[in-house]
DNA sequence: TCACTGCTTGGGATCGATCCCAAGCAGTCT
DNA sequence: AGACTGCTTGGGATCGATCCCAAGCAGTGA
């Protein structure tokens, strides 16, 4: 498991409690009950006096108590969800997703009362030389490669649960800490049918944009897709080709072109979309984009290649996020209740926690069309 | 301190380890020898026999031990550190710089051995009351008012020390923090000298831009800043200014105009800048701004109007964020080190807490200008 | 040989909470 | 009156590590 010697724990000897915190025993003290007594009106346990559990909450209050987590966590195992995000810490933020994907989960713990801490890859210095080998072989690398190591979630006993975003090469990690005891919920599609995860409808989120757009008028479509090894993105292109197949015979609309972006960047969106414009004799005349980032780069490439949007280019994204207000047309999108994915999550989690769930649950929540200015 | 009866903890009753954990009791009955030897071994206590060391290590690998870190920290006083953000989660992580500071902080962290935890504001009901007040009065809010409860880092004891970013409305936590017993370092503009900080030279920074401008050519500048409450943005103006005034005898340059912002974001700037092309007969033609992304929000207002960058005006950010580099023309900036101060902070925080350092330090690192094309 | 020193090692107490078991007590039923 | 039930309450053990103290042991010098 491990190779060199075990890593020197920092020892905190240094003045940590200026002034000592009460405990249990001093609020016991000073009600006059035992430590039982006391631990019992913390933990609302019925029986207890109604005069009794008055004078040890005042005496609480008294001493400003607050009990001591570690020590709780200690007895009764550990009360902090992690939210793992196998990503670099410097791309997770910047992302719209992520941003409100971690401040769903972070709100939805709170009003558990469970603490939630986050997570993100290590720089792997393995990796970062393997990153270098890659480098020459041709592969595109611009620094040391990333990994979350699964120990760092196990090992330890700091944390009750784990939350872990799918994304491109999760590697079997929810299995790992899965076998190691961890409960775990995948956000996004599992690797693994043995652990549980929470999604939304993308499939179904890809046909309604699909559906909308012939159902406006388009008949040339293009899907412009996320990375090809996400599952999600590929869901959402399934559904959009699904549905503009069904309704071929009646409408004549067709797919013309279709295409996976590298990342859900506005970047990658642009340069496909005008990928997409030099590539075809004639432009399609609307476009299923793989997220609103994706969709503001195709927006970005239409309007400059002199085209009107939605008149001679419908655009719809996915995600219903920042971007799909601010750009200009506003974007009709595919909206994911991301909060709501968010707490489902959490409930999850915290349901097998405390053993009232089994693992291998699937929960999908719904996606909504949301007309804007960028079809018609 | 508190109102209403204590919140009922989680018990957490369900199968929560369904393969126990090897203890450092079953490495020491593995090894032979007693429950000290292997903490001693553990610990790297230097007065283990060679021997004996080794069979205590082969014995713990077996096991694929590895330590409780909440017992640990029950005895030893907390080891995780917590980077407390006083903003609403939403809004922190699409920005650029705490994006970087998140990164930099919990790598810093990282490499210390020590494990960073991230609170970020709560939404707090009594606020969202006292902003529909103030909505009332005609200030904007768009939602519930947020703020971070000191109580959430100091009670729980599961902290053994904090870094607050300073931001707008830092409202005395650092101080409060303090006098809680909870070692504190400010990230930013402490608002109190009792209280270790760490930051960059904004003043220098600012006078490093208008220097720019003015060397270059520019005679004509505006300074755009960033949120006047924020004392950051206030020092990087207000070095700008005196930079200018300085070089106004030799070289005539003049500060034509001066606005802050309300957020460190591209739309601020982008509003900022059609305000000042509106107000002003004559265009600047140099314009100090106080982020990259208001940096970036003037090249779009600028370029809009139909002026060149940087041949009709000259354009520099500050932060040297991501958006400096793609916004076209990339952006010349002040460039901050914020890997290097979040290191700094975690440094100073940890030392503090074991007691090597003592409260009021400040340490400012150097900014640095990086010259692209968006000044000549 | 004895005392002294220094290096190893083991056992018990401890951190602050929870949990289990049993004792105390009042009320009820036979 | 005695047994039984159910509600309160207190004490001890426990979680898994660290820390302190003292014991064992070998080596040194007188």
Redesign the pocket.
Known sequence: MRAGPWPR?R?V?GPNTPA??A???DVARRAG?????A??V??DH????AE?RQRVTTAMADLSYA??EV??S???GANVIVLAIPRPPRNVFADAYFSSLVAGVVEAGAALGRTVAIVLSDVDPAGANSARVDDARGREHSGPSFRLRPDRLTSGGLFAGAIVTASVGLDGLPAQLSAAGLPVVVIGDPDDDAVCSVDVDNERGGAMAAGHLVATGCRRLALLGGPEANASARSRQRGARIEVEASTTTTGAEVVWHAHADEFEVAAGRDLMRECLADLPTAPDGIVAGSDAIAAGVVDAVTGAGLRIPQDVAVIGFDDLSPARTTRPSLTTVAQPITEVAAHAVARLVALVEGRAQPGLRQVSKVDLVVRDSTS
């Open positions: 724990p020892s000897t000592r915190r405990t249990l025993k009950v035992s430590r039982s007594t631990s019992r913390l933990n019925p029986s207890v006096r009794v009990p001591d020590a709780r200690l007895r009764t």
